[in-house]
């Protein structure tokens, strides 16, 4: 079915590609603009009268295609080419600065970096190495453009495959639009057992009356992400792939531990947010504003394991023999209502209530002669919640709350915000929260077929605290500062037979984050740098992070060819201090820590020549050109290397009808 969608999608985009006339390059103005910038406003207050023209016009310009975030904050597109562009031409399709991809495209990613600014009142639901390429209801954006809008994403995958994500999206009229995307990859992956296959289907559709009282953004997400599992090198193949032997650079013939299991996540979620303002917004500074706002939200998950026949050697004791299948559920479904008042004198107020209701678990029950596995965690969860915004003096003022009320997970979580505009180029930020959250589904519950993972915990919440300082400045340079204090840590570690489990770690981390972002310029010359530095308080060891994580930049741009196309080539370096590198479970789909082996202090550099010819931006990149002077002792996790030297290219094009 998936291959049916796919190939479909293909032939719809490509026939929109062919029949669209190429754009002049008076019709469409790019104006340069890094992530973040041109932010507009609230899409519920945004005058569309520019939009509407320009529909009408062919000279309409690249900031009238809006893109509008679940938040309804607005952004225009962004067609230029950066160094930051550069760094979100990859699989996630984002900035995947602090984490260690593995060797095959569309496997998962070792985090170097941990975020805990955490506002989830529910357990989450685990396998969360398989969530990094999963979209999640914030991640999905809406849109409003003037002509109808084509996206097209290629780059070459690893052995055999290809990345591709299309997307179309159009306004039947300037109240209602329509976007269509497709991201598919399938690679083949240089070691056995290793194939990637993934699927991120999503449709969306906004629609607002003529007075803009009513405001609704749907969309609906189908998502699929398979993997072939190997477990890794054999230990006696370790110093094979170590020793740069020409005999082993074909890396399929390295042995590993299994190559008969693989491990899927199915995903499928119907998401509605509507909304209706009771006084007839007058423009984007209306004095007085009362809304009534109901959010809705449908998501069904499904994990799976599969392993035709047992390895007992990695996994330990199982109940069956041959075609071992594990499956997890989640069925989730959440409404809520808010109440939004805003006022010139007072801000901006909201005051939601939050229904969910949650259905987790398995179709039988375990009986173990350390006592009875359930089969479900279902119940509903009563929570409320507020949110106040308010610009006084300078100061943006931000804060939000939410505590459950009702139902068997405790939960709260409570965050402010300060930032201030000190002159036209520097701003600070300062923020504090506090959380207190169940941890995921998965550490309280789990079946397998394998003996060793059943288990049903009764642990404490995680409770965090954080204290976030930022300083943004183009001159001096980018500066954040996050020290965390974490009580009863829930982490994945081997038991003393040696097997994965969860624990909770009832003595207080405290977790220091300081990373400095600058960029120096010399006519068409620049080094962008980006420095982490971490520091981790923990007498059990169980949150291990490199202390150093680096990436520096060094790169030439400039107009060629008469200003026909421009030209942005240098060389990327990517650099971790060795440590505890956690070690990678496939079975339940989660990074453990483990404090037995050390590594990374390897570089990794890239050479990469880009290009932007009209709406178009072509990538080359030499990935991992160092690997084979540089010592061959470079892993994405124990036992799992990092990719050897390989070149991949692609494009981005875009076409405006």
Same mark, same amino acid.
């Given at each position: ?6 190939s ?5 985009? /490509?026939?929109i ?10 019709s469409?103005?790019?104006?340069p ?20 023209k ?12 809006l ?7 607005t952004t ?15 699989y996630?399709?984002?900035?995947d ?23 989830n009142l ?5 396998a ?11 991640? /999905? ?7 109808p ?12 495959g ?6 179309f999206t159009?306004?039947?009229s300037?109240?209602?639009?329509l976007?269509l995307g497709y ?17 991120n289907l ?12 009513y405001?609704l953004?749907?969309h609906f997400?189908s998502?699929?992400l398979?993997?072939q599992e ?14 740069g ?11 590993v531990?299994f ?15 509507h ?9 984007s500074?209306?004095?007085n504003?009362l809304q ?12 799976t394991?599969d ?5 007992t050697?990695y996994?330990g004791?199982s109940?069956r023999?041959?075609?071992?299948k ?8 959440t ?7 805003k006022n ?5 107020i909201?005051?939601?209530a939050t229904h969910?209701?949650?259905?987790y678990?398995y179709?039988k029950?375990? /009986? ?9 965690l279902?119940?509903?969860?009563v929570s409320v ?7 006084y003096?300078g ?9 459950n ?18 002159n ?7 923020n504090i929260?506090h959380?207190?959250?169940a941890?995921?589904f998965?550490t309280l ?8 993972y ?9 409770k ?9 400045s183009n001159?001096y340079a ?24 969860p624990?909770?770690?009832?003595k ?6 300081v ?17 982490l530095?971490q520091?981790?308080?923990?007498d059990?060891?169980?949150?291990? /992070? ?5 990436r ?5 741009a ?6 026909a ?24 789909a ?11 202090g390897?570089?990794r550099?890239?050479?990469f ?11 080359l ?7 084979a ?6 892993y ?11 070149i ?5 094009w875009?076409?405006?009808l």
């Open positions: 079915m998936k291959k049916i969608i796919f479909f999608l293909l032939f719809v985009f /490509v026939g590609a062919y029949a669209q006339k190429p754009i002049k390059k008076k469409i103005k790019s104006t603009m890094t992530q973040g910038d041109a932010v507009i406003g609230n899409d519920s207050n945004r005058n569309t009268k520019t939009s509407s320009a529909k009408k016009n062919k000279d309409a310009v690249i900031t009238d295609y893109i509008i975030s679940h938040l309804r904050d225009y597109l962004d067609s230029t080419l950066t160094i930051n562009k550069e760094y979100k031409y990859n996630l399709r984002r900035d600065f602090g984490l260690m991809p593995f060797a095959n495209i569309g496997q998962t990613y070792n985090s170097l970096t941990y975020n805990f600014d955490n506002t529910l357990p989450g639901f685990g969360n190495a398989k969530h990094f390429n999963y979209l999640n209801a914030e991640d /999905v954006n809406y849109y409003h453009v003037p002509t809008l084509t996206e097209l994403y290629f780059k070459t995958a690893l052995t055999q290809q990345q591709l994500d299309a997307f159009t306004n039947t300037k109240q209602f639009n976007s991201k598919g990859v399938r690679s083949l992956g240089i070691y056995q057992n290793s194939l990637t296959s993934s699927g999503r449709l969306t559709s906004s629609y607002k009356t003529k007075n803009r009282r405001i953004n749907t997400t998502q699929d398979l993997t190997n477990g890794g090198l054999k230990d006696t193949n370790i110093p094979f792939f170590e020793s032997d020409a005999d082993f650079n074909d890396r399929g013939v390295l042995e531990n190559e008969n299991a693989e491990n899927l996540l199915l995903g499928k979620r119907f998401y509605l947010n909304s209706y303002d009771f006084i007839k917004p007058k423009d500074v209306s004095s504003n009534l706002a109901h959010v809705m939200m449908l998501e069904d998950k499904i994990y394991f392993q035709t026949a047992a390895n050697d996994f004791e109940f023999i041959t075609k071992l594990d499956r997890t559920e989640l069925e989730q479904f409404n809520q209502l808010q109440l939004n008042f010139a004198t007072i801000g901006n909201q005051f939601n969910n209701n949650y259905n678990g179709n029950i375990i /009986v173990l002669s350390e006592g009875t596995i359930p089969n479900r279902k119940g509903d969860v919640g507020a949110k106040y915004n308010k610009k003096k100061f943006n003022l931000q804060g939000k709350t939410g505590l009320v009702a139902g068997d997970f405790e939960g709260n979580f409570i965050s402010g915000t300060a930032s201030y505009q000190l036209k180029d520097i701003k600070v930020l300062a929260n959380s207190s959250s941890p995921n998965n519950l789990f079946q397998s077929d394998y003996k060793n059943n288990w049903r915990n009764q642990f404490n919440n995680v965090t605290q954080q204290l976030l300082f930022n300083l943004q001159k980018n500066l954040t500062l996050d020290l965390n204090t974490i009580n009863d840590y829930v982490y994945f570690a081997k038991n003393t037979e040696g097997r994965v489990k624990f909770q770690n009832d207080a981390i405290t977790y220091l984050k990373k400095l972002q600058k960029q120096f310029k010399y006519k068409n010359f620049a080094l962008d740098n980006t420095i530095y520091n981790v308080q923990d059990s060891n169980t949150l291990n /992070v490199p202390q150093i994580v680096t520096n930049s060094l790169y030439y400039n107009h060629v060819f008469k200003k196309m421009f030209l942005q080539t240098g060389i990327i370096f990517n650099y971790f201090t060795a440590y505890n590198m956690n070690g990678y479970d496939p079975l339940i989660e990074f453990y820590t483990q404090n037995q082996q050390e590594l990374g390897f570089p550099l890239d050479f020549l880009n290009a932007k010819i009209r709406q178009t931006r072509i990538y990149k030499a990935e991992h050109f160092n690997a002077f540089t010592g061959r002792n470079y994405s996790a124990p036992n799992q290397p990092y990719r050897d030297f390989t991949r290219f692609g494009l981005v875009n076409f405006f």
